[in-house]
């Protein structure tokens, strides 16, 4: 079930709590029945508000260079059938050429137990 974030203007705190889409909370007593949380000397008719927020992970992309320091490998397929190494580091090659195994990522390199 996905989780929502609503702020309550009452007493100014912020509250996660889970439900379905379809289910609506509107007031500070419903919301700290659903999260378990300390309704504390707030009255439960205060109404709350869902807050908008990114999802965890929802991110920009990372670019080729942050993936190439983090030690993963990106191959980019050409028209040509090879595939160009956009992440390649010392003596790698930038194209990896069907059959050839010189040209393939030092894989062995990059990955440890």
């Given at each position: 079930?996905?989780r929502y ?70 191959l ?31 894989f ?6």
């Amino acid at each position: 079930m996905p989780r929502y974030d609503y702020f309550c203007d009452a007493n100014g705190r912020t509250v996660e709590t889970v439900h379905r889409i379809s289910e609506q909370v509107c007031t500070w007593g419903e919301l700290c029945a659903r999260s378990g949380a300390d309704p504390g000397e707030t009255p439960a008719d205060a109404p709350v508000r869902k807050i908008i927020t990114a999802p965890p992970m929802a991110n920009t992309p990372a670019g080729d260079s942050h993936l190439k320091n983090l030690g993963f490998t990106k191959l980019v397929k050409r028209s040509d059938g090879t595939y160009e190494n956009v992440t390649r580091t010392g003596t790698e090659s930038r194209f990896v050429k069907p059959g050839d195994k010189s040209t393939m990522p030092h894989f062995h390199k990059k990955m440890s137990d």
